[in-house]
């Protein structure tokens, strides 16, 4: 894909947030935090968004390289004169995490209370009819959506018994846009498997997914879950909103 499909990631979240996510994902302790798993984990990241072709900003690079830095100390061994109170290697990189968690979570309060009773969907099945139950808001964040990405593809190519072609086509991210912005019309709400459904190569995945972002960007769509790490749903909020 050329450049033209560049996503730039600082509009949806940064490298701080991975970590956090990587942290709450793997279910382990913020002040304990396994630097190998997690900078291995991080790694396998880039290497998918740059695959999404996603612009990969420099902050990312850095803390890559701070996993590397903090990994390589914790493996050294230990002196039997060194002091017992040295300091962790992770605890600055811990405490840069706590506060910027604390940061997000005052955030995420002030615009909750804004947005409190307003923003509640009823769910839809694939024909467009609606359901009684609701989707409280609980809004995944980027990383949910590339897991959830990772494994469309992964389901197809086992499907396929075999690698995903790329197979670029013609078709550019904003016709893309308008065709996912029709079938939205059309269907109101629809789970994020069914964004994908009938795609067979690399090309297509990746494009609309891409479009998809931009679309929640441009507050077109809203994605949304029932609960963490739950089944992901697309909701369509009208016209673009940006103008």
Known sequence: MDDTCLVKLD???GPLDLLLHLIKKN?????????????????EYIG????LNFEVAGNYLVIAAELGKIKSKMLLPKSEYEDEEEEDPRDELVQRLIEYQRYKEAVKGLIDNEILGRDVFLSG???????TQELELIKPDLWSLIEAFHS???RRKAELN???S???ESISLEDKMAQLKDYMVQKRIVHFFDMFE????KFEFIITFLALLELVKNRVLKVLQNEPYNYIEIIYLGEDQLG
Do not use: C, W
């Open 27 to 43: 279910e382990v302790d913020i002040y304990d935090i396994p630097i190998a798993i997690i900078s291995k984990q991080y790694l």
């Open 152 to 154: 469309i593809i992964e």
């Open 125 to 131: 099945n694939r024909n467009g009819n609606e359901k």
């Open 48 to 51: 998918l968004m740059k695959v």
């Open 11 to 13: 509009l949806f979240e």
């Open 166 to 168: 790329f197979e670029a």
């Open 162 to 164: 075999a690698d995903i």
């Open 198 to 201: 009938n795609h067979y190569t």
